[in-house]
């Protein structure tokens, strides 16, 4: 059975708001087939307790070469990393990448956070208004993963373009131009690689080149794949965190006061953004690998299964109130980095910027406001992200 035409899903309406639609999905059809804005056939996860059984299920795997083949095209650039292998090439990939993003790393990295943050926040306070994403939630985590990845903070432009093609080339709308744009990051990365090559450094490209030349493994293909999911899940997710952070807070100026008067809550307020509002809406794609029953629902083997991790985040059987926006909420056990094996190795760094970035941001501009009414705001398209493509902003 398909999705019942009165949701439109992945319609402009549906994103702007997709809770109500969500809600009457976990109530009458939590697994659900239907079809996807690329054309694909799937089921769709909408319950928290079936998001977590799919996401810990050895019948599901996330390596789609194993059911059709692969190679490497301008299409399939990106699926040769952690995020797109299964156990035990998971492990061997996410092991290489893992050491830069241990916790000491990241907590050693506060200061330059801060110091992104303020020289961005120096440059904003110059005029009285600001484009959050574009002036400040962008900037600060592209120029944070440029460094950790030893590339030029100049070429981040470009970085965003790549990205927001690979990210919205997701609603099948953009397929053209996306395989135009990955074919330029490909020759960028080559090219970037060829240099790295010959004069490596300290920085994480480096080492992973190093690993590479040395026999640990990492092909060509796992090359490219972990370095462009570096860069893009990179900034992606706190680009977003930023921007969702801010929206809300903004919507709920009790929120707002409350945090102003308890700065310390500053952890319970990212974790709330994450839950309520998460900037990562539906997860990468999962297979069954074979013939499987779930929830009375027959899946077949080499069929797409995509979980909905914000509807999951909304579900009344785990959280209270799941539609109230609430910083107060004790420790939330929200799917928004995922779970099990694939959990999001930069979740730590992303939660360390959108805790600078929005802490910073408030003190700066207490009296900050909305420069457009909400229904003016335009969500991104795609199936991936969940943000805003432009937040203007009163600085006050």
Known sequence: MTVEPQFQLFSKEFTKNPYPAYAKMRKDEPVQKMRFPDGQLGWLITRYE??????????VIKDVSKLFGGNMDSGSVFMHNMLFSDPPDHKRLR????????????SGMRGRIQEITDELL??????????????????????????ILGIPTEDR????????????GSNGEHAAEMFQHVNEFIQYLSEWFEKVRKNPGEDLISQLILAEDEGEKLTERELYGVVTLLIIA????TVNLIGNSIL???EHSDQFDLLKEHPDRIHQAIEETLRFNGPVEFSTSRWANEDMEFRGQMIKRGELIIISLNSANHDPEVFENPDLFDISREKSPHLAFGKGIHLCLGAPLARLEGEIAITSLMQRFPEMN??????????RPGMIVRGVKEIPLYLK
Do not use: C, Y
């Not at 990448?97 to 990241?106: D, Y």
């Not at 120096?122 to 460094?147: C, H, W, Y």
């Not at 432009?157 to 990210?167: G, V």
């Open 122 to 147: 120096d440059q904003a306070a110059k005029g009285t208004r600001m484009n959050l994403i574009d002036d400040f939630a962008f900037p600060l985590p592209i120029i944070v993963i440029s460094e």
């Open 157 to 168: 432009d470009k970085f965003r373009i790549w990205s927001n093609s690979l990210i919205e």
């Open 370 to 379: 909305l420069a457009v009414g909400k229904d003016e705001l335009e969500w």
């Open 248 to 250: 809300a807070l903004l």
């Open 50 to 59: 079936d998001a977590v059984e799919i996401m810990k299920d050895p019948r």
């Open 234 to 237: 990179g900034h992606e997710t």
């Open 95 to 106: 092991g290489l990448v893992q050491k830069a993003f241990t916790p000491q790393m990241i």
